[in-house]
């Protein structure tokens, strides 16, 4: 159990850091793309060659939901109905936590990795672009968040259940950071 | 065997309920009930294996193929709304605000509601907004002398007031949910809106005028509190922010800029906010992004979780179901709307209003849309932004009303300890009936709804220009 909860805190830290950076570059992206595009409205011509602003938007958006899932799990910030949870014991919770892991959220990514794989290599094969974007074959990488999210969640999934685990195997893991500020 | 191919749409629902129940995330229990009753109705032959593949488009599609940008601004709202708050306007302006009008009757809780109208639009969510109003103004009001009934139920109804006022995130989902556009349930908001705030104040003055209320005898003016810093602190702390929330409200209301580019630039105003207030840093710009990412995760695989559980319902033929179902009770059209409202308010007590707008309101909502109450209300084209505002003021109510309110569990959680849930019930009762008041107002009055959104949107002629002959 010991070398597997070691392994869940380097997966941990790795998901955390990968998922963080991509945000901090992502939202900023997508801040950006929306004022610059507002800018060129106001102030036409200062912008002119840039034209890849607005079909820009929606897939930072999604690359963004896509690719921190399984980050905000880690900080246990996806939204529970806890009107009960907080009374059941500690193994209890693990219990059920475990079961959600391994029965729904591992088969949930597999089925968005497997079809989203075959959905990124698709658009890969036939160099496709995005509606407004006749010279960017670039759709593949906004498809590819798709089975990178999945795999991103799956291995947060991992973690939570070796900790779950480890819980019901009578060894209760201390929370190595505290649970996300902002969310109920 | 034939009953239960037939009632596995409605087996998925007990099957949820039970899952939701059990503490595990919204997100998992819905795609676990998807997917579970996918491989039940694969095994019964009522499905095709192969359809296993359409999930991944399904979320491609609700997310990423979103053309009029709705979901996208969600993050640059709530982008803006973690800006505000880490900035640290709450607590100068609450001082501000209490200090300035220290000679009205009420006046602390008088800010702490304001407070709440202006920072709660972009929070999010009510356990959010609640939970920061409860910590940043509890204190203050029990400190002052107001009782712990009175005082929850001045930071409850605050913290829930504002999830309601445009350009409340609520909203955006509420009008993808009911297919109406966003600026025109923004317009109906508007005076529904603004009634519970003047009824909340109301009854805040209310209380003040009463004899030996605290705060009747009027603090001596502080000999370091000279008035153009209290003006400095308002202005930048008050005004500022309201500015924003102006600028993204009525960019949208323009149709000048679409509902991501308003948030975008309220965003940036945001960050400039606090570059003014000396608290923009690197930590700073690090707690934001990690608070907007964390909440637009959480968001946004509800979503995704509602998409694959409501994949699976419609194919295994749910919808008609439930509205065969529910057209065979033959409730006529007022008998639709309120029983829709009871579901509503029922459900408002356990979960928050995300999971509603996205496993709920699919079911209800169709049904609803198809009775018609043009006679009641002059125009066919007003039912959507009329029934939008309705079922947002009775979200709304469902989170303070006793005993289940979800409001009311976050101020207990955030008070000081001594605070009772007899307190926090006691205290929210006149808040629950300025609530019931304006629903009662609106359901009785419809153009307090539907004159704003016709006369400065033109409702008839942009939405439906067929109907331009009235």
């Known amino acids: 159990m010991r070398p597997l909860l070691a392994l869940a805190d380097v997966v941990e830290r790795a998901v955390s850091r990968v998922s963080l950076a991509l945000a901090a570059c992502l939202l900023p992206l997508l801040l950006a793309a929306t004022v610059l595009d507002v800018l060129r409205r106001l102030l036409p011509g200062a912008l002119g060659r840039i034209y890849a602003l607005k079909p820009a938007q929606a897939p930072l958006f999604f690359a963004l939901v896509m690719l921190t899932l399984g980050y905000v799990y880690l900080r246990d910030g996806h939204v529970r109905i806890d009107a009960l949870r907080h009374r059941f014991p500690p193994r209890v919770t693990s219990a059920i936590e475990l079961v959600g892991v391994l029965g729904f959220l591992l088969p949930l990514c597999s089925v968005l990795l497997w079809f989203g794989t075959a959905f990124a290599l698709d658009a890969w094969r036939l160099g496709e672009t995005g509606d407004d974007l006749p010279d960017l074959p670039v759709m593949w990488l906004i498809k590819a968040t798709i089975p990178a999210g999945a795999l991103l969640l799956a291995l947060a999934g991992a973690v939570v259940a070796v900790r779950a685990a480890a819980t019901l195997a009578g060894r209760p893991v201390q929370r190595a950071r505290p649970p996300a500020g902002s969310g109920p | ?470």
């Not at chain 2, 959480?298 to 194919?315: C, E, P, Q, Y």
């Not at chain 2, 009641?376 to 979200?395: E, H, K």
């Open chain 2, 1 to 470: 065997m034939i009953a239960l191919v037939h009632a596995l749409p409605l087996l998925m629902f007990a099957a949820l309920a039970l899952l939701l129940f059990s503490g595990l995330p919204v997100a998992i229990a819905l795609a676990g009930v998807g997917l579970g009753f996918f491989a039940l109705g694969a095994g019964l032959g009522l499905v095709h294996p192969a359809d296993l593949s359409l999930i991944h488009l399904r979320i491609w599609g609700n997310l990423a193929a979103d053309e009029d940008l709705i979901y996208p601004a969600v993050p640059a709202l709530l982008f803006m709304g973690a800006a505000l708050e880490q900035s640290g306007i709450a607590h100068e302006l609450l001082a501000a605000l209490s200090r300035a009008s220290r000679r009205v009757p009420g006046h602390l809780p008088i800010a702490v509601t304001l407070l709440g109208v202006l920072l709660a639009p972009t929070a999010g969510l009510v356990g959010a907004s609640v939970t920061t109003l409860a910590l940043i103004a509890l204190p203050s009001l029990l400190d002052q002398g107001y009782g712990r009934p009175y005082a929850t139920g001045v930071v409850a109804a605050a913290g829930t007031l504002g999830i309601v006022f445009p350009p409340a995130i609520l909203l955006f989902f509420m009008a993808q949910a009911l297919g109406v556009q966003v600026p025109v349930l923004f317009m109906g908001m508007v005076v529904p809106a603004l009634l519970l705030l003047a009824l909340q104040l109301a009854c805040h003055v209310a209380v003040g005028l009463r004899p030996g209320a605290p705060g009747r005898t009027v603090p001596p003016a502080d000999e370091a509190e000279s008035w153009p810093r209290l003006l400095l602190a308002l202005g930048r702390s008050g005004v500022l922010p309201l500015l924003l929330l102006g600028v993204v409200f009525g960019s949208i209301i323009a149709g000048l800029a679409t509902p991501l580019e308003s948030g975008a630039l309220g965003a940036v105003g945001a960050l400039g906010v606090a570059a003014l207030h000396g608290t923009f840093s690197r930590r700073f710009l690090r707690e934001v992004l990690v608070r907007t990412t964390v909440v637009t995760g959480m968001v946004f695989f509800v979503v995704i979780g509602a998409t694959v559980f409501s994949f699976v319902f419609v194919l295994l033929g749910g919808p008609g179901l439930v509205t065969g179902g529910l057209e065979g009770l033959r409730l006529g059209p007022w008998g639709v709307l309120l029983a829709t409202m009871g579901i509503v308010l029922v459900l408002g007590f356990f979960i928050d209003w995300i999971e509603i707008l996205l496993i709920f309101f699919p079911i209800l909502v169709p049904l609803l849309m198809r009775q018609d109450f043009g006679a009641w209300l002059g125009a066919p084209w007003r039912i959507p932004a009329w029934i939008g505002v309705l079922l947002t003021l009775n979200l709304q109510s469902s989170f303070i009303t006793p005993p289940f309110g979800f409001s009311l569990f976050f101020v207990k959680g955030a008070a000081p300890e001594g605070v009772s849930m007899g307190d926090v019930y006691r205290g929210i009762v006149p808040f629950v009936l300025v609530q019931l008041v304006v629903i009662a107002l609106v359901l009785a009055f419809p153009l307090l709804a539907t004159w704003l959104p016709d006369h400065v949107l033109r409702t008839p002629q942009v939405l439906l220009p067929n109907f331009t002959g009235d």
